[in-house]
Structures are given as structure tokens and as C-alpha cells.
């Protein structure tokens, strides 16, 4: 092939061409990672995971509102609202029939009018004498529906062909949260192996699905694995040093006392791990293509090469590290505002169980992060073209 020849091919290409022996390179790397998930995903399959019925505290129906009584709230009682509803029973025990139910109480209780779509928990044996029904909560069904119907719309519209890959990735990813992640976490299994094995499987069905099953998606790929195996043995090690239970908030002390075989700390690590691949693929995917297309110009080195990509990954960073910051800060919005009104040192409240976790999630995070950019880019170009990378190397010389 002519040096013309060769420079047009790359022109119009995601990046330079990887030799042969560079794909078997990348494919002996990640093989055998791609099999010890599918293995590990094999071993530790929940199947079909049943709920103990003493566990459940009842059954779940759907109902509709037909009528509110109200009555004056006895004096003195924080209640807002007192009284019933007539709710018709649409789905679940009792389907069909018509119940007596109290108007719901609380903060953040729904406040109930006539055509209300209603969830239900039916626990008869609940309260000796008390109403069998209990609301629960609202139907948002159909406004959901239609909700995740705009958003496809709208990465279809924009995305085609990728953003149909993308939502294959998503539908991927959210299958094996709630078929494997999920239920092998109630079934007893290790926490962080479910997650780390879960979270592998996720990157590989999601990113290749995304992006194709190329060189530079490989490459991305093995920086996500390495940042994630790195993000995990900090959480491990840190959650260790700073005596975390993983018991910091109502749910998860509801969640062990409910489900007693269940590891809070483990399960803490598990939700670190997952909660960095979202940020991790993203990064790892940019540095990647921007190796590619660095390198399909030619006229560098690889030293220069890796130098111009890090310039790129430092301002990606930047973001993502005020993204991840962010994001936790909101999650945390209520609990900011509890910390703002009172009148603890704030040195006690940080250091405390609720706020150490939100921290160790932040900066384990933050540092798997950064730790991304440096290894993909090195990755990205050993595995560059090494006629493009190196113009002073022959034309005819093989990888």
C-alpha cells in the first residue's frame, strides 16, 4: 500500500488500523477476563430468589378512589387530614370488591382525591382489628410510560443507529442489575463479588454493544477493568480503616433488620463499585477515541502522543470530577440541610457514620477516576498503529 493510499485509509477512519498481532494482544488480555465474568456469573446465578412470607408484611394491590369522607382532627393531633376513603380494589387480593381505607399519614403522604390510582398493601393480620388495606403510595405508571417513551425518542432521534445501541446497552445493564446484582445480594452471595463480577459483565455488554467490538473499545474496556479493580480494593481497604458498618441511613438499617443475611459493608462497597462504572466507562471511551484519532494524523511519537491525550483526559476530568461531587451533594440535599440547621461541630458531623460514607464514595470515586485517564491513554497507545504513532519506523515492518 502507497503512503497516500495509507493516509486516505486512515482519513476516514475511527483511527489507524491495528495490526494483527495488536488484536491478538488485546483479545489474550481481555478473553479470559470476558470468561472469568461469564464464569463467575454462571457460579453465582441466583435463579428464581422467593421472599420469605414473613418477610414480605403483606401482599401488594391497586385500587382507585371512589369517595373521601373527612372528619375534624381531634384537638391537639398533628394529623393534617382525618378519616377514610372508598377505594375500589382493581388488581390484587380482593380484586373487585370495594374497601374502607384510614387517610394516609406523614410527611410526604399522598393526599387523596375521588379517581386516585392507589398502591396498596394488603396485610390483614397487621393490626388485630385494624383496616386489611393501607396505602402505600401513588400509581405513576402511565406518566412513567410515556416519560421513558420521550427519552427514547429523543436518543433515537439524535443517536440512530449508536443511540439504538445505547439503549441495547442500557436495557443490558439494568437486566443484569435486577436479574443477577439484585437477587444474588438477597440469595447471600458476597456483596462486592456480585458487584464486581455484575459490574464486569455490565462494561463489556455495554460498551461493545455501544461501540462495537473494535481495538479502541477493547482498550477501553481494560481501563475500566483496572480503574475498577483499583476503586474497589480502596473502598476496601479505606472502609476498613475508617470502622464503617454500612449502616448509615434508615434504609439500610431497615434492610438489616429485615434481611438479616445480608453484609451492610459489603453491600456499601458493592454500590461504590457500580456507582463508579457509570462515570468510568464514559471516561475511558473518550480517552480511547482520542488516541485513535490523534494517531490516524500520524506525525507523533508515542511519548507525544500520550502527552497530547492526557491534555484532553485533564480537562474530562475536571468535569466529571465536579460531576461525581455534585451529584452526591444533591443526593444528599436533605441531609446538607439538616447539617446546616444544626448546632453540631461540624467536625463531628463529618467524621459520623451517614456523611463518612458519602466522603469514602466521593473520593474513592474521584480516584478511580483519575486513575482512568492515565491508563487508557497508555493503553490506547501501545496498541496505536505503530506506522502512524512512529512515522520514523519502515512501512514494512510488523508488529
Known amino acids: 500500500m502507497s503512503d497516500g493510499q495509507h493516509g486516505h485509509g486512515h482519513a476516514h477512519g475511527p483511527g489507524p488500523a491495528a495490526s494483527r498481532r495488536t488484536r491478538r494482544i488485546v483479545a489474550a488480555a481481555l478473553v479470559p477476563a470476558a470468561l472469568a465474568t461469564l464464569i463467575a456469573l454462571v457460579v453465582l446465578w441466583p435463579g428464581q430468589v422467593?421472599?420469605?412470607p414473613e418477610r414480605r408484611g403483606g401482599e401488594r394491590a391497586l385500587g382507585t378512589v371512589t369517595a373521601v369522607a373527612e372528619q375534624a382532627c381531634p384537638a391537639g393531633a398533628a394529623?393534617?387530614?382525618?378519616?377514610?376513603?372508598?377505594?375500589?380494589?382493581?388488581?390484587?387480593?380482593?380484586?373487585?370488591?370495594?374497601?374502607?381505607?384510614?387517610?394516609?399519614?406523614?410527611?410526604?403522604?399522598p393526599r387523596l382525591e375521588v379517581g386516585d390510582d392507589l398502591v396498596l398493601l394488603y396485610a390483614p393480620d397487621a393490626v388485630p382489628g385494624g383496616p386489611a388495606y393501607t396505602v402505600v403510595d401513588q400509581q405513576r405508571s402511565t406518566p412513567l410510560i410515556w416519560?421513558?417513551?420521550?427519552?427514547?425518542?429523543?436518543?433515537?432521534?439524535?443517536?440512530?443507529?449508536?443511540?439504538?445501541?445505547?439503549?441495547?446497552?442500557?436495557?443490558?445493564s439494568f437486566g443484569i442489575l435486577l436479574y443477577f446484582v439484585l437477587p444474588a445480594i438477597l440469595d447471600g452471595s458476597p456483596p462486592l463479588l456480585v458487584a464486581v463480577v455484575g459490574a464486569s459483565?455490565?462494561?463489556?455488554?455495554?460498551?461493545y454493544l455501544t461501540h462495537g467490538v473494535t481495538v479502541h473499545t477493547s482498550v477501553a474496556v481494560a481501563g475500566t477493568l483496572a480503574s475498577l479493580v483499583l476503586t474497589g480494593i480502596l473502598?476496601?481497604?479505606?472502609?476498613?480503616?475508617?470502622?464503617?458498618?454500612?449502616?448509615?441511613?434508615?434504609?439500610?438499617?431497615?434492610?438489616?433488620?429485615?434481611?438479616?443475611?445480608?453484609?451492610?459493608?459489603?453491600?456499601?462497597?458493592?454500590?461504590?463499585?457500580?456507582?463508579?462504572?457509570?462515570?468510568?466507562?464514559?471516561?475511558?471511551?473518550?480517552?480511547?477515541?482520542t488516541v485513535a484519532e490523534m494517531a490516524a494524523g500520524g506525525g507523533r511519537t508515542r511519548w507525544g502522543l500520550y502527552r497530547s491525550a492526557i491534555r484532553v483526559g485533564r480537562a474530562h476530568v475536571g468535569s466529571a470530577v465536579n460531576t461525581i461531587v455534585l451529584a452526591y451533594a444533591g443526593a444528599s440535599l436533605p441531609l446538607l440541610l439538616l447539617i446546616a440547621a444544626g448546632s453540631d461541630p461540624v467536625g463531628?458531623?463529618?467524621?459520623?457514620?451517614?456523611?463518612?460514607?458519602?466522603?469514602?464514595?466521593?473520593?474513592?470515586?474521584?480516584?478511580?477516576?483519575?486513575a482512568s485517564v492515565p491508563i487508557t491513554t497508555a493503553l490506547a497507545v501501545l496498541v496505536a498503529d505503530a506506522g502512524t504513532a512512529v512515522p520514523a519506523r519502515p512501512r514494512h515492518a510488523r508488529l
Not at 154 to 170: E, Q
Not at 201 to 207: E, G, K, P, R, T
Not at 236 to 258: E, K, Q
Open 201 to 207: 459483565a455490565i462494561m463489556f455488554a455495554a460498551l
Open 79 to 109: 394529623q393534617q387530614r382525618c378519616g377514610s376513603a372508598t377505594v375500589r380494589i382493581t388488581d390484587g387480593p380482593g380484586a373487585g370488591g370495594t374497601q374502607t381505607v384510614d387517610l394516609p399519614q406523614g410527611p410526604g403522604a
Open 348 to 370: 463531628e458531623l463529618l467524621t459520623g457514620e451517614y456523611l463518612a460514607q458519602e466522603i469514602l464514595r466521593s473520593a474513592v470515586g474521584t480516584i478511580g477516576l483519575v
Open 235 to 289: 473502598g476496601a481497604v479505606f472502609t476498613s480503616l475508617l470502622h464503617l458498618s454500612g449502616v448509615g441511613s434508615d434504609d439500610t438499617s431497615y434492610l438489616s433488620a429485615t434481611q438479616g443475611d445480608i453484609d451492610p459493608r459489603g453491600l456499601l462497597l458493592a454500590g461504590i463499585v457500580i456507582g463508579a462504572l457509570g462515570v468510568l466507562d464514559d471516561v475511558t471511551v473518550t480517552q480511547a477515541v
Open 147 to 172: 416519560l421513558v417513551a420521550l427519552a427514547v425518542a429523543v436518543i433515537l432521534a439524535f443517536g440512530r443507529w449508536r443511540g439504538l445501541r445505547s439503549l441495547a446497552g442500557l436495557a443490558v
Open 50 to 52: 422467593e421472599t420469605p
